[in-house]
């Protein structure tokens, strides 16, 4: 049995064909890298634009019923927690590669381009970054937004105790009243008088009061700080 002899000719198309082959590979992976990347640039200059979008067309059957949260209960979770739910324009974190791809999946599921993102997070990721844990939303409509993404840490376990006070002037009025008191109590016996009384017991409290709530208003008015309510959706640094 004879081997056949190489015919140079057809080796060197078959060759060239399959250099074709593989450039044209690489050729509709470089085109699919190029959408991908002018995909993310959109949603990049449209989660830094602002937008009056109130509502998206998203496919309702095909949306996580857990994920989607009336504009109440957001404003319940601002108020408890001292955040902000507000456009992703004022955002000045870092939003991860991993929100752009969640957002470009809904997209392709529901056929739509999303608009009038907003996120919840603490009153300083919209001006600085930090490791607290924001929440990227897009509005459904009728007040109704369906959470996207959340990422970064955890908030503190305490955190909800701790901007209790600011809640509201009542809140704020029992927590300068019972700080007074127990710093009324650690004031000495006999400071003021040889003989302990009742009396001098709350003439002390109330001096520390007026001099606790004169520094709780200075704190206000100075930083210009108000209560969890009137800035859970302000933009306004001052607010």
Same mark, same amino acid.
């Given at each position: 049995?004879?081997?056949?002899?190489?015919?140079? !000719?057809?080796?060197?198309?078959?060759?060239?064909?399959?250099?074709?082959?593989?450039?044209?590979?690489?050729?509709?992976?470089?085109?699919?890298?190029?959408?991908?990347?002018?995909?993310?640039?959109?949603?990049?200059?449209?989660?830094?634009?602002?937008?009056?979008?109130?509502?998206?067309?998203?496919?309702?059957?095909?949306?996580?019923?857990?994920?989607?949260?009336?504009?109440?209960?957001?404003?319940?979770?601002?108020?408890?927690?001292?955040?902000?739910? %507000?456009?992703?324009? *004022?955002?000045?974190?870092?939003? &991860?590669?991993?929100?752009?791809?969640?957002?470009?999946?809904?997209?392709?599921? /529901?056929?739509?381009?999303?608009?009038?993102?907003?996120?919840?997070?603490?009153?300083?990721?919209?001006?600085? !970054?930090?490791?607290?844990?924001?929440?990227?939303?897009?509005?459904?409509?009728?007040?109704?937004?369906?959470?996207? /993404?959340?990422?970064?840490?955890?908030?503190?376990?305490?955190?909800?105790? %701790?901007?209790?006070?600011?809640?509201?002037?009542?809140? %704020?009025?029992?927590?300068? %009243?019972?700080?007074? *008191?127990?710093?009324?109590?650690?004031?000495?016996?006999?400071?003021?008088?040889?003989?302990?009384?009742? =009396?001098?017991?709350?003439?002390? *409290?109330?001096?520390?009061?007026?001099?606790? =709530? =004169?520094?709780?208003?200075? *704190?206000?008015?100075?930083?210009?700080?108000?209560?969890? &309510?009137?800035?859970?959706?302000?933009?306004?640094?001052? =607010?």
């Amino acid at each position: 049995m004879f081997l056949q002899k190489t015919n140079i !000719e057809r080796e060197l198309s078959r060759v060239k064909s399959k250099s074709i082959s593989t450039n044209t590979i690489l050729n509709e992976v470089h085109q699919i890298l190029e959408q991908e990347t002018f995909k993310e640039l959109d949603i990049e200059k449209r989660l830094s634009q602002k937008s009056k979008c109130l509502s998206n067309n998203f496919d309702l059957n095909l949306l996580e019923t857990s994920r989607v949260f009336y504009i109440d209960q957001i404003e319940k979770i601002c108020t408890d927690y001292r955040l902000r739910f %507000l456009d992703t324009k *004022y955002f000045k974190g870092k939003i &991860p590669i991993t929100a752009f791809s969640k957002i470009k999946q809904l997209e392709k599921n /529901h056929d739509i381009q999303i608009n009038g993102f907003k996120i919840m997070a603490p009153s300083k990721l919209f001006k600085l !970054e930090d490791k607290d844990d924001p929440l990227l939303f897009a509005p459904i409509g009728n007040g109704y937004f369906y959470l996207i /993404h959340k990422w970064g840490n955890d908030l503190h376990p305490l955190r909800k105790i %701790l901007v209790w006070p600011f809640k509201g002037i009542v809140n %704020l009025t029992i927590t300068t %009243l019972i700080i007074s *008191y127990f710093a009324t109590l650690a004031v000495p016996n006999g400071l003021f008088s040889k003989s302990d009384s009742t =009396a001098e017991f709350w003439i002390v *409290y109330f001096f520390m009061f007026k001099s606790i =709530a =004169a520094v709780v208003i200075f *704190y206000g008015f100075a930083l210009g700080k108000n209560f969890n &309510p009137a800035i859970w959706n302000s933009k306004y640094f001052n =607010a």
